[in-house]
C-alpha cells in the first residue's frame, strides 16, 4: 500500500519560516517527479511547485523565490522549504506525483500564517 505523508505544517507569522517533508511508502519514487500541492479554504487545489527526478524545479509565480523543492531519493523523501511566508499561503499543503495521482492523496499538514 502505497502512503504520502506529509509532516513540518503549523502556525507562523508573516515573514516566518517553515520546512515541510513528505515520505514515501510502499514504493519509490526517485523515477518519478513529485510535487507540492495546497488547498485553501473555498479553493481549488493547486500545485505549488514540482521536482523532476534529475533535481530541476518548477514554481507558480506566487511563490518563486521564497519556496524551494528538494528531494533526497535515499529516504524517498520530498520536501518544502518555505521562507518570507504571507496570509495568503494559509493552506493544507500536500505531496503527490506530477501529475497526481489520486489514490496518492495524504492527509496533508495544516500551514497557518498570522499577520
Known amino acids: 500500500q502505497v502512503q504520502l505523508v506529509e509532516s513540518g505544517g503549523g502556525s507562523v507569522q508573516t515573514g516566518g519560516s517553515l520546512r515541510l517533508s513528505c515520505a514515501a511508502f510502499g514504493r519509490q519514487f526517485s523515477g518519478h517527479a513529485m510535487g507540492w500541492y495546497r488547498q485553501a479554504p473555498g479553493k481549488q487545489r493547486e500545485l505549488v511547485g514540482d521536482i523532476a527526478s534529475s533535481g530541476s524545479t518548477n514554481y507558480v509565480d506566487s511563490v518563486k523565490g521564497r519556496f524551494t523543492i528538494s528531494r533526497d531519493n535515499a529516504k524517498n523523501s520530498v520536501y518544502l522549504q518555505m521562507n518570507s511566508l504571507k496570509p495568503e499561503d494559509t493552506a493544507i499543503y500536500y505531496c503527490?506525483?506530477?501529475?497526481?495521482?489520486?489514490?496518492?492523496w495524504g492527509q496533508g499538514t495544516q500551514v497557518t500564517v498570522s499577520s
Open positions: 503527490n506525483t506530477v501529475p497526481s495521482i489520486q489514490l496518492y
